[in-house]
């Protein structure tokens, strides 16, 4: 789409850039294609320039964020989902069957469900869950009308009973920044994402240990937990993933710098 196009005219579209440009933007003229694009009407290009230029992700500013070809709704305050994180879809759509039983935990906007669910083409049984009410919100928007369901609580304990046993696929974005290290991470996540949706504790895995440590009562014979880590918290994934009678391996993207650990429950149960 060409900026005279999609802007009312072409000074408005370079004063974007330059305005983007000026707030440190590096891609300014990519965003400010986007941004005139998703305006209703001029008026709202001045505001949602000034938000982005006050350091909003994007995506908050836009109302949505692109993920395996899709478009995710997130609202402010909800974690935007990665680019890194598509290896951990692409990972599950290689384990995964047409009509798994797929659960997101930890699924903010729920985007990663929503992607693995339409790689198996729609045919799965789908479930997604998160423990921050803005999040919730906002993945009922992306998983419901796509024939999901969207529980509030912490981890496993709003999910249905009748689940037990039956998971093909768990799904865990979980946060695994260490605590003393969210003040470090660009004011983009720290300011503007929920706390819950990065602090993974201590060591940024006490959410890993509390998912792993559920996660064969869950997953059904030969079903599987993928998860996202850093490069440096694999060997220690991989221990507690193993330590809770998982079969685990890692796989890593290089390009993308993505690591995830994938936990295999045995297909006869102890």
Known sequence: MSATSS????????????????????????????????AQVPAEIDGMVDRRAAGLPLEHVLGWAEFRGLRISVDAGVFVPRR???????????????GAVVVDLCCGSGALGAALVAALGGRAEWYAADIDPAAVRCARRNVEPAGGAV?????????PAALRGRVDVLLANVPYVPTEEVGLLPPEARVHEARVALDGGADGLDVLRRVTAGAPGWLAPGG?????????????????????????????????????VIGTLGRERD
């Open 224 to 260: 599987s937990l993928l998860f996202e880590t850093s490069e440096r918290q694999a060997s220690r994934a991989l221990d507690i993933v193993a330590g809770d009678g998982l079969v685990p391996r890692v796989e890593v993207c290089e390009e993308r710098e993505a690591t995830v």
């Open 84 to 98: 890194r994180t598509e290896f951990l879809v692409e990972r599950a759509a290689a384990v995964a069957r047409a």
């Open 7 to 38: 802007s009312p005219s072409l000074i408005s579209f370079s004063t974007v850039v330059t305005r983007l440009r000026t707030a440190g933007c590096v891609f300014a003229e990519d965003e400010a294609r986007l941004i005139v694009s998703a």
């Open 151 to 159: 529980f509030e609580g912490d981890l496993y304990e709003p999910l």
